[in-house]
């Protein structure tokens, strides 16, 4: 009785094949599972992907299931590049490390290519790209220089290739005072204190309790902005906002905003302006 079904899935899976070769039919994910179940081969399963006779008729959540069902990953890659070169809108994959999705962001934002490098060297656990990553870093733009580096973390202890690192774009120091961090959800009320400005990185010492001492790097500023009061005969900036690529948000008030002066949140902006001048600058919905 086995040996019967296994026959009749075997004659379905050839027809399904032969009938796509010869009649110029659309290629499913019905009968990609037909074949496969039926024991066809790999390679014959992408001569008929790749045949151009045939058309693909497969959505991204096809590619899971076929993936899910044990569908060779070259079948897979046969089908996306077949369906890129069908359609002006190609397949648009996941990736099987979740991480790469944050990386892909990171890469789209303009970060660096020295910091990104560097950022994936340090991750753990280290990265095992499968064919579905690699095709998702390709058709994201990223560099080969930082998929190789994202492939040599699985050597453990053979070093990543190391992109040569710019010198710190910052200055040695440079110390904002007058200003107050801006009550948020995690503050109970507005804080005085200054920022220094070292190298790449920005921190906030706070002017009643060191605990309260917090840094981060400039180069992981999404967006730089001002608040400001419309005034005549130009609007007059009290406020500088930075938000972090991960999304959080950070707001510094000039102390001496009441008696007209925003000396301070100027400064700060022109030194983010001068020495970190790829930052974008503008408000989050500019």
């Not at 120091?173 to 204190?193: A, P, Q, T, W």
């Amino acid at each position: 009785m086995k040996s019967a079904n296994v026959r009749y899935l075997l004659g379905t899976a050839l027809l399904v094949l032969a009938t796509a070769t010869a009649g110029a039919e659309e290629v499913t994910v019905n009968s990609i599972l037909i074949a496969h179940r039926a024991g066809a081969t790999a390679g014959g399963i992408i001569a008929v992907v790749s045949n151009p006779a045939n058309t693909i008729a497969m959505t991204a959540g096809d590619l899971v299931t076929l993936r899910a069902a044990g569908v060779p990953e070259n079948v897979i890659t046969a089908i996306n590049a077949r369906a890129v070169a069908l359609s002006p809108q190609p397949i648009t994959l996941q990736p099987d490390d979740p991480r790469l999705v944050d990386l892909v962001r990171l890469v789209k934002s303009g970060m660096s290519e020295s910091i990104i490098a560097e950022q994936v060297r340090q991750s753990d656990p280290a990265f095992n790209l499968s064919v579905a990553d690699l095709l998702y870093l390709k058709q994201n733009g990223v560099l080969e220089s930082i998929i190789g580096a994202l492939m040599a973390t699985r050597a453990g202890t053979q070093a990543a290739p190391r992109i040569a690192a710019p010198a710190l774009a910052g200055p040695r120091e440079l110390v904002f005072d007058d200003l107050v961090l801006v009550k948020s959800m995690s503050l109970k009320k507005n804080r005085s204190g200054r920022l220094v400005m070292q190298g790449d990185l920005l921190a906030w010492v706070d002017g009643g309790d060191p605990k309260k001492n917090f840094e981060f790097q400039i180069p992981g500023l999404e967006k730089v902005w001002f608040t400001c009061q419309a005034r005549t005969p130009e609007n007059f900036c009290y406020q500088i906002n930075l938000q972090i690529v991960k999304g959080a948000q950070y707001r510094f008030r000039d102390v001496n905003q009441e008696s007209g002066s925003n000396a301070s949140v100027i400064k700060v902006m022109d030194a983010l302006r001068k020495y970190f001048p790829q930052i974008a600058f503008g408000p989050p919905d500019a």
